[in-house]
């Protein structure tokens, strides 16, 4: 069996991992659940499904969540492209820039992802993408639904993706400008909400269109757009580029992870850094 991985919320200047010519990493998926949403709760809770599960290795331990409404099945509103969401070190080494996952309820299939740096080698310096996908045997019943894995414990292992012109994904870095859009507040056309690293090297800098549902983003060689969705704190991207001479455009979609404790005052997580897969249209 194979799977998948998610978000973490680390400084990247910690997270570095040696790289050898074809770095793997072993995980192993645990406690993983899926709820069905509960007609008799408040909130977000009455119409998304929602789906938790740890991923581990031998030195660290990452907590993951996500939820979506129901009927999308884990895919975006327009069907365009998975939602991605995040995961949180929980305990031990900060070897990976982002963790995250996304499910494809349709199929059953989780899929995993993580970042880092490489500390050493020909690679030295250079941000890796890594990833795995597996298909659950679950235990589904009861009412709302819940779904287990028939193993309690899966162990998988994350490979190195090619990352072409073709092959799209962004780190999100500096996000609490999105958290007034998150509380219905509208930021003025222009201010700055977040940064959108390519892992191809380009750099955007995100502000508002002043509607308070998304706007664009601009670096030095593209430009890309962003929606953001209030009620189910999804931020979705797009990105058109030219590839040997091809115009293709890419949409990704991620569950914002919480921006601020309930603490008083809050502690906003404006220095997270959370990572999105983007896929041609």
């Given at each position: 069996?194979?799977?998948?991985?998610?978000?973490?919320f680390?400084?990247?200047?910690?997270?570095?991992?040696?790289?050898?010519?074809?770095?793997?990493?072993?995980?192993?998926?645990?406690?993983?659940?899926?709820?069905?949403?509960?007609p008799?709760?408040?909130?977000?809770a009455?119409?998304?499904?929602?789906?938790?599960?740890?991923?581990?290795?031998?030195?660290a331990?990452?907590?993951?969540?996500?939820?979506?409404?129901?009927?999308?099945?884990?895919?975006?509103?327009?069907?365009?492209?998975?939602?991605?969401?995040?995961?949180?070190n929980?305990?031990?080494?900060?070897?990976?820039?982002?963790?995250?996952?996304?499910?494809?309820?349709?199929?059953?299939?989780?899929?995993?992802?993580?970042?880092?740096v490489?500390?050493?080698?020909?690679?030295?310096?250079?941000?890796?993408?890594?990833?795995?996908?597996?298909?659950?045997?679950?235990?589904?019943?009861?009412?709302?639904?819940?779904?287990?894995?028939?193993?309690?414990?899966?162990?998988?292992?994350?490979?190195?993706?090619?990352?072409?012109?073709?092959?799209?994904?962004?780190?999100?870095?500096?996000?609490?400008?999105?958290?007034?859009?998150?509380?219905?507040?509208?930021?003025?056309?222009?201010?700055?909400?977040?940064?959108?690293?390519?892992?191809?090297?380009?750099?955007?800098?995100?502000?508002?269109?002043?509607t308070?549902?998304?706007?664009?983003?601009?670096?030095?060689?593209?430009?890309?757009?962003?929606?953001?969705?209030?009620?189910?704190?999804?931020l979705?991207?797009?990105?058109?580029k030219?590839?040997?001479?091809?115009?293709?455009?890419?949409?990704?979609a991620?569950?914002?992870?919480?921006?601020?404790?309930?603490?008083?005052?809050?502690?906003?997580?404006?220095?997270?850094?959370?990572?999105?897969?983007?896929?041609?249209?």
């Amino acid at each position: 069996m194979k799977s998948s991985l998610t978000l973490l919320f680390i400084p990247s200047v910690l997270a570095a991992r040696p790289c050898p010519a074809s770095p793997q990493v072993q995980w192993t998926i645990s406690e993983y659940t899926y709820d069905a949403p509960d007609p008799t709760a408040r909130g977000r809770a009455a119409i998304n499904a929602a789906v938790g599960l740890y991923l581990s290795t031998g030195s660290a331990e990452h907590s993951c969540f996500g939820q979506w409404p129901e009927a999308w099945n884990g895919w975006s509103a327009d069907n365009a492209t998975l939602i991605w969401s995040s995961c949180i070190n929980n305990r031990g080494r900060m070897d990976d820039t982002t963790v995250s996952f996304a499910m494809d309820w349709r199929t059953r299939t989780l899929h995993a992802a993580h970042t880092f740096v490489c500390s050493d080698g020909e690679r030295k310096g250079q941000t890796i993408l890594s990833g795995v996908e597996v298909k659950l045997d679950l235990d589904c019943g009861g009412d709302p639904l819940r779904c287990l894995t028939k193993e309690r414990r899966i162990p998988v292992t994350t490979a190195p993706k090619t990352v072409g012109c073709a092959d799209v994904s962004w780190e999100v870095t500096g996000y609490g400008g999105l958290y007034d859009l998150s509380t219905g507040v509208t930021a003025k056309e222009g201010a700055a909400l977040f940064t959108l690293k390519g892992l191809d090297g380009g750099v955007y800098r995100c502000v508002s269109d002043g509607t308070g549902a998304g706007g664009t983003c601009e670096g030095e060689v593209g430009t890309a757009k962003f929606g953001f969705d209030k009620t189910t704190k999804i931020l979705s991207i797009e990105q058109t580029k030219s590839c040997s001479g091809t115009s293709a455009t890419f949409k990704g979609a991620v569950s914002v992870p919480a921006f601020c404790s309930t603490g008083v005052p809050p502690d906003c997580a404006t220095d997270s850094t959370f990572w999105v897969a983007g896929k041609s249209v």
